[in-house]
Structures are given as C-alpha cells and as structure tokens.
C-alpha cells in the first residue's frame, strides 16, 4: 500500500518535471535567435557596426557594467591599430557609450571608462595618446532605442571616429 | 463627659500608634479593601490593554500569593457583570483572522455612516445635488459591494433612529475595533481563571465592583469605556502628517470639563504656555489638531454611568506611533 | 464614636480620589487629508474691470484661490471641498464667515480673501480661519505688481501649509529641468525653468548642444549643469537672471555630476580620466580645485549634508555602484547602502536626517530613502526606470523624472517629471509642455 503511494508520488513528480522542463526548451528556443547576436551579454552582431576601412569594424562591445575587451574587440582594436599606423594623419576620437539601464551620472563615467580601455589597448599597439581623444556620452546616444537585452547590448559600445 | 474625652483621646492615640506602625495590618482589614479594589482594578485593566502585560504579572507574583488570588477574583468580576463584556468575551471565539476582518469592515464603514449622519439631519436647506454627489462619492470610495450595501442600509435604519441610537451603536463599534489591540490569549486566560473561581465569590466582588461604578469617589473607567471614547477620538484625529518627528513636542495633554451628555463644557490645553512659545509652532500645530479633534468629537462617547467619575477628564494625544521612525 | 471614626478615615482616603482625574490615552489618529474650504477672493468690479485689461484674466480672485487650492491638492495633506457646495459669497466670507454653514460642508480649515488694485499694484489679503473654533488663525497681504499674480497664490500656499503642518511650504519654488524633444536616438535637450505647478515655463538654451543634470545653487540664481559644448563635456555655471554662462575650472577631461555646496560657494563634481572619475570641488571666489577622492573607481554624484560637514556620493569600488559617505575632506570613506541590488544618486535632505537614492534592483529602478547611516532603507516607488530624485525645500517631497520602456519597435518613448512625498502614497506627474528630465527643486524664493 505504502509502497503503492510512493510508486504514485514519482510518477507525479517525474511528469511534473517533464512539464517544466518542456517549458524550459521552449523559452531557450525562443531566445536562440537574440543568442545568436550576442555571447553572454556582449554583442557580437554586426547590425549597427559600421567600418573605418576595409576590415576594420568602428566599435567594440561590452557587458552590462563591464569595460573589459572581450577577445573579439581586442582583434577588432588590433585591426584599427593598424589601420591608423598606416594613416598616420588620422587622429581619432573614441566615443564611449552605455546602455539606458543605469544611472545617468554614473553611466557618464562609466562610457568613459569604456573607452579608455579601448585606448589603452591601442596605445599598447602603438598608437600616440595625442592621436587619441576621449568622449563619453553615458546613456545619451544610444543606437538602437528598443528597450531588450539586445538592444542594450548595442548600445553598450565604444566606437571610434575619426577625428579629422 | 471627660469620660468620653479620655476614650476618644486613647482611641485616636491607637489609631496613629496603629497608622505609624503597622499600616500593613491596616490594609489587611476588610474596611479598608475598597479602595485597593479600585485602584488593582485599573491597573489590571491597563495591562490587559498594553503588550508588557508579561513584565506587570511577573511583578504581581511578587506579591503575596493572597493578594494575587484576590486580584484575579476582581478582574473576573470586572469582566464579567456588564452586558457589553459578555458579548465582547463570546465575540472573541470565532478565530483571530475572521474577528478582525470583521472588526475592520465594521469600524469603517462605521465611519462614513457617521459622516453621512451628521450631513443629513441639519436641516439646513442644502440643495439635493450636493448632498446626493457627496453620498454617492462615499459610496464610490468603497470597493467592496457589500459594504456599499450596509451603508444604504444604515442610512434608512438612521431616517428613522434618534441620534443617541446612532451614537450607541458607535459605541459598539468601537468596542469592537478594540478587540484588535487585545491579545485573544490574554482574553482566554482571563476567562479560564473566570471558571476555576468561586462563582459565590465573584458576585461578593461585582457586588463592591458595581457599588463603586456609582460611587463618587472611585476615579477610573473600565476598559471597554475607555477603548469607547478612544475609538472616537481616533476617528476624528487628523494628525498632520507633514509635522516632522520631534520626541519632545508629541504628547499634547488637553482637559476637557463634560457634561452628563457627554458634550463638552470646557476644554483647556495643559501646555497652553508651550503653544505660544517661538519656535515651538509645530507643537502648536499638533495643539490644533487635537483641539480640533475633540470638537469634531463633540459630543463624547462617554459612559452611561459614573458622571462624577468622568466629570473631568484629560486627553493625553500622543503622536509618536504615528508621526515617529 | 464609630461614626467620628469613620469620617476620619474618609477624610484621609478622600483628596487621593479626587486627585484622580481620568486619562485617557490617544495614540492613533486618522491619515485622511483635513478638508479645508479655499472660497474664491472677493474682488470689487473696478479693480476687476483693471486686472481684466492688466492680466486678460476674468477674475483674478477666483484665479488666485485655483492656485492655492491646487497646490494644497497636490500636498497630498489636504483635501480642498468642491467649491459647488459652498454657501456664502465671497465678499462677506471674508468679512465674518459663518461658520456654521463651513461646519455643515466639513470643512476645517476656510481660507477667504480680497484682491484690490492699489496704485497700479496688485495688493491681496487673507485670512486663514479655523471653523470649528469659529476663530481666525491667520491674517496677511501682500503687495506686488499684478504680473506676480501667481506667486502670490503660491505665498498664501505656503503660509497656510505651514500654519496647518508645523512645517515650512515648497509652493513658491521653481523647477529646472531639462526639457528634452526628439526620437531617443537623437534627442535635443534644453535648459528650462518652471514654477512648481508647471506654469511659466522658460528655456535657458536653444538646443544646439546637449545639456544635463542642471542643479540649483542655494538662492536659487545660479545653476550648474553639464553642457557638450563644443563636444567638450564640461560643468557649467549659468547665472539665471544675466543669463551669462561659463565653464567651471580647467580640466583636461569630462567634468560631470556638478551640485553647490549648502553655502554656494562652491561647486563639486566628478572628473573623469584615464577610466577613473574621482570627485573634486572647486572655489568659486579664488578657482582652487580640491580633489576630495582618489580611488581608481568610478566616483560621482556627489551630494553635501546640509551642514556641509559630510558628502554622499556613489563609487563601484566595492565592485558595484554604491552609497558612500565621507567628511567633506575626502577623510573617512564609509559605505552606507548594503541592500541588495545597486545604489546611486544620493542626494542629501535638507533636513539632514534622510538621504534620497536611486536603486536598480532584478530590472526595475527605485526612488527610496535611508538615514543617514544607511539605516531604515524605505523604497517609495518602482518603475521600468526612473531616477535622479531631488527634494522640496522642506525635505517632504522628491521630484524625479521616469523614461518609458519601448515596445519592440523601438518607439513609445517618453521621460516625464515625477513627485512623490515621503508617505509614498502621494505621487504625481508633474506636467510638463515637453518631455522632461534631471529635475532640481530651488529653494523658497519669497525667504
């Protein structure tokens, strides 16, 4: 009898499971698609991305309250270090962005920050600190203006211009 | 004659011999028992209402064990000999959440009904609109349906009641609002001991408890009159919510001279020197408010019985619960 | 003989009973706003005739008694009576209100008055009166020109809240702010001025550049603010009533996150460089620059205590954005805020005993309070996003200012002014002809 009971028990349990877990895929499913542009929650995609030169992406992404290069942005940065010592009248400007989901102030320093480790990387490559200027726009400009994971991680972006 | 003179000379000799030396032996004989009755009876009626109830017992245990027994004995007898009581008791059966929903709906739209009351019966020409939007704003106010319901209810009942009814049933009310400051287990407590006791003895006390209510010299109100006038005056309290927390300029003390009615005959704030006082406004903003809030309250719930005893009464207004933290 | 005795024995237990008046204790009250009747001010036909032609208004009095019964509205504290129900005229309310017909529509509180035009000026009394004592608690007027009209409405605002609170008004303050137009990729942003209620609202800058967190110095004449003039992001100084501008000290990098110290004598801020934002604070007499941090973190938003003894500000040298506290000096750096999620924006009360923030916590932004230490944390509204929360003058109110969340198309964005008193229950739009952000309260300005 007893044993009947617990037979039931699991059984109930392990359907209950099932449902959940279904419920589970069904959401990754859903989420495949945005995944697809972005790793973790840097954005990997090239919808906004727009180039210096041939090769040569004009931005670099970041995670959210994060100002660390990913691998992706550091071979992005190396690709533009190269870009400028072959250009060398070109200055530019870095422009350091962060996305709406913080405060303003603290989203001013934080695009600044943002873009001085995109500095600072070039600068390893060899580039001047006087080719280099730095601008922080905080939550300011933001590139797309939907309100989604995806879209706070365009905007979470340092992006370098040219200055002249 | 100097017979006389010697006996009540030696007598009154006793007497303080008697006083000075043993004032204990004194409060053990029966003459002098009333006047303890009243005032262990307040004091147990106090501790029943504020939650260190457990800090006041432990001190009475103290005490002799007699003492204690007799103090139950009249807390029993306090309990039980008014009406109202009894209903309070069998009214605190029912489980604790069920009570206080209850209580809570009941106080509330107590509440509007009164506002309702006192707009209707002026007969002052009011235009109908005005006192139909202000009905129907009422109404609107109230969510729940049922509610709405009672108060149509109660203002039909009201048409045809004379105000005092009106009053009375305040009264009620109120008592039940009370229950939500009573601690049911504390309640439980008192009515099992009310079963353990001496039934003779309990009618002995109620006997001296109820020739006290009428007597002028006893200086207390029960429970249940007390909760009464408070829930009154917590209707018509509005504190000023702006008043920033200031410990020492929250208790406003205002003395009120009463007449049988309830009505109040004079009123005189206990602090007036502290109100007109330079940078002490907010206090007297908080002075405002409680003078304003025993006009509104005007007549007062006060107890059928025991004028003398209430005759004068004094408000202590204390804003710290409120306004504080 | 018993009978001697016994007299006796009453006559010592008598006086205790008698000493003995009752008490009762009240410790509860009603939270419900007093009602209070605002009648319209009684004005006689020539001086309307006048103000017809000054202001293009039809009758000053009852424009003026709008106001004030608004901004008692909005208090949140009171709750002004349909003027519909009232019985007596205007003109002999002033004079000797009957009290009796007040009481019938439960008011508490009657406010009447009387506007004349005296010497081309516009002169107003009235009168605060107490219905159920039948006795007045307040007469006043005030003389001003007639284009003043609505700061007059505002002063008599304040006078009664503050006889009827204890506490000091905010009525008579302005509010700048930054008015912002435009798709959210590309917003313009100005500079503008308002009253209070919304009404004489101004523009300080035309829009060409970007400008942001504008805050009032104590008199309310000077604001600083965060300007991209030039594409240089630098505090600024603006002098309200010159209208002259200028850039405060000379950084080699962006300056943001200006406020006044409570003397106004000077300016701090957050410089950032090389990826760090320390604070500084510079002199506005003799231009020296103090840095009050030195941490490689991001340190911003800071905020004097009204005494000027301490600072408030926001760094991630824990890790994540959080509240701090420190002698005005930079001395003894102590974190405040220990909730969960992240804290920033604090912003001293003027009282001094509370301290507003903003706080992002599972997605969703909060406007809160918490003493000074950091204790009694008190979250008074939750929203998609809203932050940057600053107080009335009398440390009751906060003004803030709330974005919308897009839909999937990118569009439905909007930023509106926000207030909220300290209960949390009264919260409002402010209204605003543009959408609107960064809102600072000034001081009273008739103090």
């Known amino acids: ?164 | 004659m100097n017979r006389s003179l010697i006996i009540s000379s030696v007598l009154h000799g006793a007497l303080i011999m008697i006083t000075a030396m043993s004032l204990p032996f004194l409060a053990k004989k029966p003459l002098d028992i009333p006047p303890i009755v009243s005032v262990e009876l307040i004091q147990i009626a106090e501790k029943t209402n504020i939650p260190f109830a457990p800090k006041a017992k432990k001190i009475i245990e103290k005490k002799k064990k007699k003492k204690l027994k007799e103090k139950e004995k009249k807390l029993v007898s306090e309990q039980a000999p008014p009406k109202k009581e009894k209903k309070l008791i069998s009214g605190e059966a029912p489980p604790k959440k069920v009570k206080k929903t209850q209580s809570k709906t009941v106080v509330s739209f107590d509440q509007k009904k009164e506002k309702i009351k006192n707009q209707n019966p002026e007969a002052v020409p009011l235009p109908d609109k005005k006192v139909k939007k202000i009905e129907t704003k009422k109404e609107t106010k109230q969510n729940p349906v049922k509610t709405v319901k009672k108060i149509e209810t109660i203002k039909k009942k009201k048409a045809n009641q004379s105000p005092k009814k009106a009053d009375n049933k305040v009264k009620q009310v109120s008592e039940f609002e009370k229950k939500d400051l009573f601690d049911p287990s504390n309640i439980a407590a008192l009515i099992d001991k009310s079963k353990v006791d001496d039934a003779e003895k309990i009618k002995k006390d109620d006997k001296i408890t109820q020739s006290q209510d009428k007597s002028v010299l006893t200086g207390k109100l029960t429970i249940n009159e007390e909760q009464a006038l408070q829930a009154q005056i917590f209707t018509c309290w509005s504190i000023p919510l702006g008043l920033p927390f200031n410990p020492d300029d929250m208790l406003v003390r205002i003395k009120l001279s009463l007449k049988p009615d309830g009505a109040i005959e004079d009123m005189e704030m206990l602090d007036h020197i502290k109100m007109n006082t330079p940078g002490k406004e907010r206090f007297r903003t908080l002075a405002d408010s409680v003078r304003r809030a025993i006009q509104l309250c005007n007549p007062l719930n006060v107890p059928t019985t025991g004028y003398e005893r209430w005759k004068k009464i004094i408000f202590n207004f204390n804003a710290t619960d409120m306004l504080g933290g | 003989m018993i009978k001697n005795y016994l007299i006796f024995i009453i006559l010592i237990t008598l006086p205790f009973k008698v000493f003995a008046i009752i008490e009762v204790d009240i410790t509860r009250g009603n939270l419900d706003p007093l009602p209070l009747a605002v009648s319209p001010l009684s004005i006689d036909d020539k001086s309307k005739k006048e103000f017809q032609k000054i202001l293009k208004k039809e009758n000053i009095g009852s424009e003026i008694s709008i106001i004030v019964e608004n901004n008692l509205k909005t208090s949140g504290l009171f709750d002004p009576l349909s003027k519909d129900a009232f019985l007596q005229a205007p003109d002999i309310a002033n004079l000797k209100p009957r009290f009796e017909d007040w009481n019938l529509i439960k008011a508490q509180a009657l406010i009447t008055g009387k506007v004349s035009l005296v010497d081309k000026k516009l002169r107003v009394e009235f009168r605060l009166w107490d219905v159920l004592a039948a006795k007045e608690m307040m007469a006043l007027a005030f003389t001003t020109v007639p284009n003043n009209w609505r700061r007059v409405g505002h002063i008599i605002s304040d006078k009664v809240y503050e006889r009827l609170t204890g506490e000091k008004g905010y009525f008579d303050t302005r509010i700048i702010y930054v008015a912002e137009e435009g798709p959210k990729t590309q917003r313009i942003k100005k500079l503008a001025i308002m009253d209070q209620d919304g009404f004489n609202n101004k523009f300080l800058t035309l829009g060409n550049e970007l400008v942001l967190t504008p805050r009032f110095n104590p008199t309310s004449q000077m604001v600083t603010y965060l300007s991209y003039f030039r594409n240089l992001p630098r505090v600024y100084l603006l002098d309200i009533e010159t209208g002259t501008q200028e850039v405060v000290g000379d950084f080699p990098g962006m300056t943001f996150a200006p406020r006044f110290s409570p003397d106004g004598k000077k300016i701090i801020m957050s410089f950032a460089k090389d990826g760090r934002s320390d604070i500084y604070t510079m002199d506005l007499e003799n231009r020296i620059v103090e840095k009050i941090t030195n941490h490689p973190s991001i340190d911003t938003s800071p905020s004097y205590s009204p005494d000027g003894k301490y600072i408030a500000f926001n760094s991630d040298r824990s890790g994540y954005q959080q509240i701090y506290v420190m002698n005005s000096d930079g001395s003894d750096v102590k974190r405040i805020s220990f909730g969960n999620g992240l804290y920033g924006t604090p912003v001293w009360s003027p009282r001094g005993d509370l301290i507003a923030f903003t706080k992002l916590h599972k997605g969703k932004f909060y406007i809160g309070v918490m003493r000074t230490d950091g204790s009694g944390e008190r979250l008074l509204t939750e929203n998609y996003y809203q932050e940057a929360p600053s107080w009335s003058p009398n440390g009751r109110v906060l003004i803030f200012y709330r974005e919308t969340k897009t839909n999937a198309k990118g569009e439905g964005f909007s930023a509106k002014l926000w207030s909220i008193d300290l209960t949390g229950y009264n919260e409002r739009l402010v209204s605003t002809s543009t959408d609107a952000s960064d809102p600072s309260w000034s001081s009273l300005l008739s103090n």
């Open chain 1, 1 to 164: 009898m007893i044993l009947n009971k617990i037979f039931k028990n699991t059984l109930l349990l392990l359907a209950a499971c099932l449902v959940l877990s279904a419920c589970a895929t069904k959401k990754e499913v859903a989420t495949e698609a945005i995944k697809g542009q972005m790793q973790g929650d840097v954005y990997t995609g090239t919808d906004s991305v727009e180039y210096l030169a041939d090769g040569v992406p004009d931005r670099v992404f970041f995670a959210t309250n994060e100002s660390i290069l990913t691998t992706a942005s550091r071979e992005t940065l190396r690709a533009q270090a190269a870009w400028l010592r072959k250009n060398s009248s070109i200055n530019v400007v870095l422009e350091g962005h962060a996305d709406e989901r913080g405060t303003r102030e603290y989203n001013l320093a934080l695009g600044e920050r943002r873009a001085n480790s995109a500095k600072d990387y070039l600068m390893t490559y060899g580039i001047s600190s006087d080719r280099i200027s730095v601008l922080s726009y905080g939550k300011e400009r933001p590139v797309d203006s939907g309100s989604n994971p995806l879209a706070w991680s365009k905007n979470r972006r340092s992006v370098t211009v040219k200055a002249n």
